[in-house]
């Protein structure tokens, strides 16, 4: 007896049969089957039942993985705790992405809104708070777009001074100043692509990584630009940003306006542009809310916690 398992990728083949196919070598022994593993087919032969138990060992697998779930290297061990269950299509045919062996899609309808208005339009304004996923799925859809060479590169920028900080009293050359202030979109980019990734793609300029007055005098063109912690973006900087766009080119802006760490008479870009650039069609403005954080279930209670306290002080006149 045979079953042939049809897989959507190689990406996702390479998640289910492991480092090394060790996964596909393992099933082997436990179930005493013979598995050819190629590309996106795995085909298992041997005894009915023994053929059977191996399917349903590898179903199990395929459904953490489309989950999100990293499979560990102990597979047999970790599929036993997973209720079996038909495998279903991430998002029933919503947008989703496929990064290091994890899927990476929307889990809120202001989620889906969003990645679906990063792919129909040139640019995207995305407003909301911390752990709402705007960095993380804009990152997850520039990478997508890179391998599939819709775009050259990826260039990530972000304000350079925040929270109160000023990169002239911080110790060390220009890099080391600028570097913590950059560090949170490293982090989104090694938890898609593995380190070697990112330095090929670095070194080539592929991807970079840079302050916002970098931008300065630039046209950018066949390129995915992500403009984070927009919230600390000035006038001045959001309008020279958004002219900076070439031909061929995505801009997706993201920011928490409740976050705001410019100095004091200083009026934030994002929050401008709301009123601005709202007749523009061809622009789209995403708001994300609590109800959309997928950090760990106390940051949306934090939130709501932070808005009720602003609300009073504004009745109180604090």
């Known amino acids: 007896m045979q079953k042939i398992i049809k897989l959507r990728s190689n990406e996702e083949a390479s998640a289910l049969y492991g480092n090394l196919d060790q996964n596909v070598r393992q099933a082997e022994k436990d179930y005493h089957v013979k598995i050819i593993a190629r590309n996106d087919r795995l085909k298992i032969m041997g005894e009915k039942k023994n053929v059977e138990d191996a399917q349903r060992f590898f179903g199990r697998l395929l459904e953490m993985v489309r989950k999100g779930y990293r499979v560990p290297d102990r597979a047999k061990e970790a599929v036993a705790v997973v209720p079996e269950a038909k495998v279903e299509v991430p998002n029933k045919g919503g947008v989703h992405f496929f990064h290091r062996g994890k899927v990476i899609q929307a889990r809120s309808e202001n989620q889906q809104a969003y990645l679906k208005a990063i792919q129909t339009r040139d640019i995207v304004i995305s407003i909301g708070p911390a752990g709402t996923g705007k960095t993380y799925l804009a990152m997850a859809a520039a990478i997508e777009a890179l391998k599939k060479k819709h775009v050259a590169r990826i260039i990530l920028t972000r304000p350079a001074v925040e929270a109160g900080e000023n990169l002239g009293f911080l110790p060390g050359d ?145």
């Open 174 to 318: 220009l890099a080391a100043k600028v570097n913590p202030y950059l560090r949170p979109l490293y982090d989104a980019l090694y938890d898609m692509l593995e380190f070697e990734d990112v330095a090929r793609y670095t070194e080539r300029g592929a991807i970079e990584i840079a302050p916002i007055a970098y931008m300065r005098g630039r046209t950018l063109n066949d390129s995915f630009v992500i403009l984070d912690e927009a919230q600390n973006c000035t006038h001045n900087q959001m309008k020279m940003f958004l002219t900076r766009l070439g031909q061929t080119s995505k801009v997706v802006i993201t920011g928490d306006i409740t976050q705001i760490d410019l100095p004091s008479g200083k009026k934030s870009g994002l929050i401008e542009i709301r009123n601005i650039l709202a007749d523009i069609p061809d622009i789209q403005f995403i708001y994300l809310n609590e109800t959309d954080v997928v950090r760990h279930p106390l940051v949306q209670e934090i939130i709501k916690a932070y808005e009720k306290h602003e609300r009073k002080k504004v009745q109180t006149g604090e």
